[in-house]
């Protein structure tokens, strides 16, 4: 019997990307999954993301160190404020300043190197479009037109034994149904950390992420698990 | 009078990146060198970077550090042996062990965010599809697709500030006519590291990328100045 197809899982800690990693494993994937220390404020959503691969059977879990605030340009890694209190609807109107220039491009590029050396031809990402509308590197058209780019980058594809698939299994959902396809998959989101600004007392509550994820509980009809301060 | 379009030039040291380099000032740009320690066997060529970054003028340099080893998959970063003595046309056969699974994926995608952050709509790499028209991520088709991908990808291409290029001015061109440009734009490949195997006696002379740079400074009736034990 052939072994399960190998899928590479970009994980950040949250709710999306939690629900994501439990998706590919219902699909039958081994998952690998990949988080990055990149210079966020807190390594709270890292122990997060080792704490949800862990607990989902994830087959190996690598963190991959690097610092974007070599760059500057956001709120997630620089010295911006991060906006606090704002309804769901501001937070579409304008790209926020907790976007993090070229992130995504930056994680599914090395997703994409460690999908070669699996041999996996399978990419998950939990992105939305729905909640984070203000983000480009969110949106299915970008997705698909990585897609395209990465099939011709690397020998694998090039050779024609990878035809590489970036899967996006959220980017349609609103957070409720998130959280209840996780729920269904047994994701236990009291591991997760979605906050931009947590500390060991709890999430803030008042950040976009917080908001959000508050929101979608409430419309999912669950109590969050986590603890805010 | 307005300053200088600022670019990002990808800058490993070699001869290709320092010629590209070369260019992109000689085009009229402020440029911001960008180069990785990725995991390389060894540090001579940012050393070189750092010469040629300084030489040409470059307005800024940075050195981006994260480690390829997490993945696997390469001589450049792994035990396996670089492969010595093959003819040119021996390399071009098949994509050699020295490739670097999703390399310029991973290069370009740093390049664009720090593009995004310098207000910079021009990105420069030295790909050559003559030389190594065994690596995928080197062909023009490639580069296209990650311009296309670019201009989804970020604040400003969303918002239409920054209508992105990625130039890679080289990409047809065989390495004598690249050392002849170089040499017109003033470069002094005194301080490129090209060696896959360097060591502080100099260069191997016998890897593939000694052998493709001997053979281009011979085609080009120029003698090497770099040392070589």
Redesign the interface.
């Known amino acids: 019997m052939p072994g399960k197809p190998n899928a590479v899982v970009l994980l950040s800690g949250g709710v999306d990307s939690a629900t994501t990693l439990a998706i590919a494993k219902d699909l039958g994937f081994e998952v690998y999954a990949l988080t990055f220390r990149y210079g966020q404020r807190h390594e709270a959503e890292i122990a997060g993301a080792r704490r949800v691969a862990a607990a989902l059977g994830a087959a190996r879990h690598?963190t991959?160190?690097?610092?974007?605030r070599?760059?500057?340009?956001s709120a997630l890694t620089d010295d911006i404020a991060v906006p606090k209190g704002r309804a769901p609807e501001e937070m579409t109107k304008e790209?926020p300043v907790t976007?993090?220039?070229?992130?995504?491009?930056?994680f599914?590029?090395?997703a994409?190197?460690?999908a070669?050396?699996l041999a996996a031809r399978d990419i998950f990402i939990g992105a939305t479009a729905i909640d984070f509308a203000g983000y480009?590197?969110c949106?299915p058209?970008?997705i698909e037109?990585?897609q395209?780019?990465?099939n011709?980058?690397?020998?694998a594809?090039?050779?024609g034994r990878q035809r590489l698939t970036i899967h996006a299994p959220l980017i349609r959902l609103p957070k409720a149904e998130i959280i209840r396809k996780g729920l269904a998959l047994g994701v236990d989101y009291a591991l997760t950390v979605s906050c931009y600004d947590a500390s060991p007392a709890g999430a803030c509550g008042r950040c976009d992420a917080c908001i959000l994820r508050l929101k979608g509980f409430a419309e999912a009809g669950v109590t969050d698990p986590i603890a805010y301060r």
């Open positions: 690598e991959l160190t690097f610092d974007l070599t760059f500057g340009g790209i976007y993090v220039p070229a992130r995504n491009t930056i599914l590029a090395f994409l190197a460690w070669e050396t480009p590197d949106r058209e970008y037109a990585f395209r780019m990465a011709l980058a690397t020998k594809s090039v050779e």
